[in-house]
């Protein structure tokens, strides 16, 4: 008997996301992030929360350890803070027990390319693209040792679409499709699970930033069915999960369509129709 438990602790100690690996989620105080906390919780996943609002993640983090029995931490930070940002990289470094990290915070905010203030841009950026490749670099590392473990991605369908009239955030958001895609490329065959998932518009307080009345809008999704159908793709470890997309060929023909052009991308000559005078 105590053999078997030494053992047991030894396999624990060398390798312990074979266990139910532990979930560090941002953006986790309220919306899609707080959904997915509440999910995994459900799965039996201990959690780490990180975002700004600790109150609301006291209370989220006490319902849930009394509804799940998990263990959840709370990592305070704001994400667009260096000092607060390394705190997460450490914790994502350090902690061999975090085995999936999602990637959630983000926000959004109104007005054209002209109206918005160039430093309230250089802070989307930092939120929804740079604190993401600080995070994917902090745990990868660690992963990849492992040959386990997942990171979640959250961009948009607006990444999809400069049409929408949303050109920074949706620029931060394609940003994360072409991370989320180059990460699996590299990351993938070593083992880790890389997933984007690209919801579009979804009933939270992320409206409330836009300034947009979420009850004026058409097709709003609940967030409850955005995260329930994300984590269907997640369990089919999909690469890229859009759920309000219906007919997926859309997404596959786009996707064909780039990865046919790949072979015709790099060339010694320019194109025969810029070799002629306009
Ligand atoms: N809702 C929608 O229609 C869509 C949302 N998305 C994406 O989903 C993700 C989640 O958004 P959603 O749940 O809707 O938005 P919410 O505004 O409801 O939640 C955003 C979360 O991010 C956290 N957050 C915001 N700023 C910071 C910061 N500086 N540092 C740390 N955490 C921060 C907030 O917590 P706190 O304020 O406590 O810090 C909150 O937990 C975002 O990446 C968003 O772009 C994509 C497509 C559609
Ligand atoms: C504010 C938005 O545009 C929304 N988060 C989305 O990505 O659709």
Redo the contacts with the bound molecule.
């Keep these: 008997m105590m053999m078997i438990m030494n053992i047991g602790s030894i396999i624990e100690k060398s390798n312990p996301m074979s266990q139910i690996p532990a979930v560090l989620i941002?953006?986790?105080?309220?919306?899609?992030?707080?959904t997915y906390a509440e999910r995994f919780a459900r799965r039996g996943h201990d959690l780490v929360l990180?975002?700004?609002?600790v109150v609301?993640?006291e209370a989220l983090a006490s319902r849930l350890r009394l509804e799940t029995n998990v263990k959840i931490d709370i990592l305070p930070?704001?994400?667009?803070q260096p000092t607060?940002l390394a705190k997460v990289e450490t914790r994502l470094r350090d902690d061999a027990h975090i085995g999936i990290l999602i990637n959630?915070?983000?926000?959004?905010f109104g007005g054209s390319f002209i109206d918005q203030s160039v430093d309230d841009m250089t802070r989307l950026v930092a939120?929804?693209a740079t604190?993401l490749v600080r995070l994917s670099g902090a745990i990868a590392p660690r992963l990849v040792k492992a040959g386990e473990g997942a990171i979640v991605n959250?961009?948009?369908?607006?990444g999809l679409a400069p049409e929408f009239g949303m050109t920074v955030?949706g620029a931060t958001?394609a940003f994360v499709l072409f991370l989320s895609q180059g990460l699996a490329h590299e990351l993938g065959p070593k083992g880790v699970y890389i997933q984007a998932v690209?919801?579009?518009?979804?009933?939270?307080?992320?409206?409330?930033?836009v300034g947009v009345d979420v009850n004026t809008m058409s097709n709003v999704m609940e967030?409850t069915d955005l995260v329930d159908a994300a984590l269907v793709g997640f369990d089919r470890r999909e690469l890229v999960t859009i759920p309000p997309l219906h007919d997926v060929g859309q997404w596959d023909a786009v996707d064909g369509a780039r990865k046919a052009m790949l072979g015709n991308l790099v060339n010694a000559l320019p194109a025969e129709r810029y070799r002629t005078l306009a």
Excluded: C, F, Q
């Design positions: 941002t953006g986790a105080s309220t919306g899609i992030g707080a990180v975002a700004r609002d609301r993640m930070a704001d994400l667009t607060d959630n915070a983000g926000t959004a939120l929804n604190a959250v961009g948009s369908v607006v955030y958001k690209l919801p579009a518009t979804t009933r939270t307080e992320i409206w409330d930033h967030v």
